[in-house]
């Protein structure tokens, strides 16, 4: 289905949406924003005087229902994902769903079978597939083979405790189960799995162990996994939400060279062969969705081929995260979605 222009509304117009992804929907071409919705109705109508939108809702079926929106983006929690992707779907507009696609796999499933019956088109919020930064590190690899034929990759993620998570009686809904699905691993972890998936291809094997060690809330604050991708390629992955400093590193090993770079920021790409070591920088755009949402734009009015991040790449990074704590999930009692 293609359109002449792509006219937005979010539900959920979170802190996520004020930079990260809002701005973009205005400023890609033949793209606008022109409703949001959020249960507080005063929040909502702030958003929108704030960022000169139009129209405002407090009810997400309102807003799919407005005849001048005619495709949607999901900014709120997990835990709706599913359930207003099948509204949108249901309504014949395109849906553009917050990462995690949805709490677990077999709700992933779930959007996929209702938008293909339905011919809607389905996108999930992965945006590094479309950032700059990626595209050179893929140059790296594939085009310029600056590191062999790529062996191994070795993920870590370390981030000391954050004084959000300090009172029990009001944590964030990112380590609330029933909200998130999981933890700070599910809610950002995603963005790793992801990203790698992209890269090397799909992860077809991954089994891991999860633990609270601090005991500061309710899901796992400690991962490590073992994975495998469909091209022999072999992986590590650890992450700890409760450590002495951050680090945050993809190391993939080749045959003739190492090339290393983090998932969040914008630090170098650092590449190390038998010429020396060479870094590189190249740095994040100010609405860091924008580059993705444009592919989807392009798509939607048929000015390009099919945007990277599809609803089958995001199901896969769900699936992925489902066998990393399918274990820890069972012996705590916290099946996904609770």
Same mark, same amino acid.
């Given at each position: 289905?293609?359109?002449? $222009?792509?006219?937005?509304?979010?539900?959920? &117009?979170?802190?996520?949406?004020?930079?990260?992804?809002?701005?973009?929907?205005?400023?890609?071409?033949?793209?606008?924003?022109?409703?949001?919705?959020?249960?507080?109705?005063?929040?909502?109508?702030? =958003?929108?005087?704030?960022?000169?939108?139009?129209?405002?809702?407090?009810?997400?079926?309102?807003?799919?229902?407005?005849? @001048?929106?005619?495709?949607?983006?999901?900014?709120?929690?997990?835990?709706?994902?599913?359930?207003?992707?099948? +509204? &949108?779907?249901?309504?014949?507009?395109?849906?553009?769903? @917050?990462?995690?696609?949805?709490?677990?796999? !077999?709700? &992933? @499933?779930?959007?996929?079978?209702?938008?293909?019956? $339905?011919?809607?088109?389905?996108?999930?919020?992965? =945006?590094? #597939? !479309?950032?700059?930064?990626?595209?050179?590190?893929?140059?790296?690899?594939?085009?310029?083979?600056? /590191?062999?034929?790529?062996?191994?990759?070795?993920?870590?993620? %370390?981030?000391? %405790?954050?004084?959000? =998570?300090?009172?029990?009686?009001?944590?964030?809904?990112?380590?609330?189960?029933?909200?998130?699905?999981?933890?700070?691993? +599910?809610?950002?972890? &995603?963005?790793?799995?992801?990203?790698?998936?992209?890269?090397?291809?799909?992860?077809?094997?991954?089994?891991?162990?999860?633990?609270?060690?601090?005991?500061?809330?309710?899901?796992?604050?400690?991962?490590?996994?073992?994975?495998?991708?469909?091209?022999?390629?072999?992986?590590?992955?650890?992450?700890?939400?409760?450590?002495?400093?951050?680090?945050?590193?993809?190391?993939?090993?080749?045959?003739?060279?190492?090339?290393?770079?983090?998932?969040?920021?914008?630090?170098? /790409?650092?590449?190390?062969?038998?010429?020396?070591?060479? @870094?590189?920088?190249?740095?994040?755009?100010?609405?860091?969705?924008?580059?993705?949402?444009?592919?989807?734009?392009?798509?939607?009015?048929?000015?390009?081929?099919?945007?990277?991040?599809?609803?089958?790449? *995001?199901? #896969?990074?769900?699936?992925?995260?489902?066998?990393?704590?399918?274990?820890? #999930?069972?012996?705590? *009692?916290?099946?996904?979605?609770?």
């Amino acid at each position: 289905m293609t359109t002449a $222009a792509i006219r937005w509304g979010i539900i959920g &117009c979170g802190n996520v949406t004020e930079v990260k992804s809002g701005p973009g929907f205005s400023k890609t071409p033949n793209s606008a924003l022109v409703a949001v919705m959020r249960r507080d109705g005063d929040k909502a109508r702030d =958003y929108a005087q704030r960022h000169g939108v139009p129209r405002w809702y407090d009810d997400a079926a309102a807003l799919i229902a407005d005849p @001048e929106v005619n495709a949607v983006y999901v900014a709120t929690p997990p835990s709706t994902h599913k359930q207003y992707a099948l +509204m &949108c779907i249901a309504a014949g507009k395109p849906v553009y769903v @917050e990462k995690p696609m949805a709490l677990d796999y !077999a709700e &992933c @499933e779930a959007i996929i079978d209702a938008g293909r019956k $339905a011919g809607v088109p389905v996108f999930v919020a992965y =945006y590094r #597939r !479309a950032l700059p930064r990626f595209g050179k590190v893929r140059e790296l690899i594939f085009d310029e083979q600056a /590191i062999g034929t790529p062996r191994i990759v070795n993920v870590v993620l %370390h981030e000391p %405790h954050h004084p959000r =998570y300090h009172d029990p009686k009001n944590l964030p809904w990112h380590v609330r189960p029933e909200i998130s699905g999981g933890g700070i691993f +599910m809610d950002i972890g &995603c963005h790793t799995l992801d990203i790698l998936d992209w890269l090397f291809g799909p992860i077809v094997s991954a089994s891991g162990q999860a633990s609270n060690q601090l005991g500061a809330y309710p899901v796992e604050d400690t991962v490590a996994m073992s994975f495998a991708f469909g091209n022999g390629m072999l992986g590590t992955g650890l992450w700890n939400f409760d450590s002495y400093k951050y680090h945050d590193e993809i190391e993939v090993v080749g045959d003739q060279g190492r090339i290393s770079f983090a998932t969040f920021g914008d630090g170098p /790409i650092r590449v190390e062969n038998a010429a020396g070591v060479v @870094e590189h920088k190249v740095a994040n755009p100010t609405h860091i969705q924008q580059p993705l949402i444009e592919t989807i734009v392009a798509e939607l009015t048929g000015h390009a081929g099919a945007s990277p991040s599809t609803p089958e790449s *995001g199901a #896969r990074t769900s699936w992925v995260m489902d066998q990393v704590l399918r274990d820890y #999930r069972r012996l705590t *009692g916290q099946p996904p979605g609770m």
